[in-house]
């Protein structure tokens, strides 16, 4: 047997209580929905384990979830008939944070309570956000399939250390008693307790049972009796009909499976029929996660299979430049068994994979094309957040490469500022007569590029010019040749042509000094033929007397800099 031990918090869940717990008093309301969530969670990796262990269940299938409080001990308990944890599983998940990027997430917070109160959100507080209203909290739990006696109690006041202690524990499952704070006592109550689980986690599949509340006439005041009774309505949000869901409910939904603090950006709902049956729920969040960039981040997808939760991150139910949707998908086709190595390889993930893409790209289109000033300013901040990411499509998604240009957006000489917002569209509506091309200049900022001596023929000629300054972008147009039939071209490539655009006197004069010049051209050719491949008279300067330009086919000299910075 082992003895109690103390433990101490990694330190990222003790600079994460601090930061809470100053940061989250006017929001407490959030722990019972983070509890009931983990709760969920739990009886969902129960159901997927029984699905090749029906023992686990113990005969006590019916799996749920009760709330519970006492006054005089001035405590709330939360508990679940879910997987449950070892005395090595209560360790590790409620002594250290397990997401990926933690410790670059906590090196950014500022120290300044505001703003950290916003990061904060987005990274998701879970399990420690019982600290906020409680001084000190008691787990006691036990592992669906151990024996009563390798049951745990942890316990912690939420400062820097926690203890494990093994217990008798017959039920499978967790009870988590939050010992409240002063000035908590109005948690104490059915009717507020009621509210707050309605409010936030009436989406939760399973049954939240509390105590039945009755009046007494005799006391002149509400008692609490023994039966429970459920509170909300316990059905699958994504399988009730799109009529009888609140804006209000598919927003805690979110809030649910992503484990973000702010409302989505949009979502989009719907039930497929035919070839394959699937439902989808998915939501494009408003806020860049923090580790949108980290190549080990997990998928935001969560994949059930007939309402049984199967993982909840399938990453081969999205392409991978769309790793920043949230959601749920649940198939009617897939086994309940199904692995990794099957979703890899199955033709109904392809088929889900191809009809969940085209709906977010449908639900961008809306916001992008939308006529509402509130679908532009979605668009924007979208784009703000996630447009890095989605040029990735334009490489990654030759299918829909046509719809994803549509959905870019860039700076432009067209404007003075600097924000992404002309799309192709928008440029093609402008183009000049004659003119048959897109062009733009690709530089590391927008004011190198505003800057640049190839330019001065365009503002001449006042052809608007696309500035392509993000480091996906040359990488990006290596795949994209054209948008609507017109050719984009580098302003910085080769011969310019400009076509249409330049008229006959123009080009005879032209003419006429390129032979005038010829000598010149070749010596010049000569004394640099070891550093410059041609040496040509250009009529694309009007200020600049000279500048380099790189031959058509090659690479430029912008992503040659960027493939060497990535040690290519
Ligand atoms: P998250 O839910 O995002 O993983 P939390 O901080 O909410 O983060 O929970 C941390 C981990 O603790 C969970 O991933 C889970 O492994 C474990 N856990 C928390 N609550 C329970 C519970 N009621 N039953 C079983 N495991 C739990
Ligand atoms: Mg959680």
Redesign the pocket.
Known sequence: VIEKETLGFQAEVKQLLHLMIHSLYSNKEIFLR??I???S??AD?LRFEAINNGALFENDPDLKITVTFDKDARTITIS?N????SRD?AIA??GT???SGTKEFFSRLSGDQQKDAALIGQF?????SGFIVADEITVE?RRAGLPADQGVRWESGGQGDFTVENIDKPAR??D?TLHLREGEEDFLSSWRLKSIIRKYSDHISLPILMQKEEWDAEKKENVIQDELETVNQASALWTRSKSDITPEQYVEFYKHVS?DFEAPLAYTHNRVEGRSEYTQLLYVPARAPFDLWDRNKRGGIRLYVKRVFIMDDAEQLMPVYLRFVKGVIDSADLPLNVSREILQESRDVRVIREGSTKRVLGLLEELANGDEQEQKDKYATFWKEFGQVLKEGIGEDQGNKERIAKLLRFASTHNDSDAQTVSFTDYIGRMKEGQDKIYYVAADNTTAARNSPHLEIFRKKGVEVLLMTDRVDEWMLSFLHDVDGKELVSVAKGDLDLGKMEDETEKKKHEETETQYKDLVEKMKTALSDKAKDVRITFRLTESPACLVADEHELSSNLLRMLKAAGQ
């Open positions: 983070e509890l969530s983990n709760a969670d739990a990796k679940d879910g997987i449950g944890m599983e998940h409620l944070i397990a997401k998701g507080v879970g399990f420690y739990t499952g967790t988590i484990h």
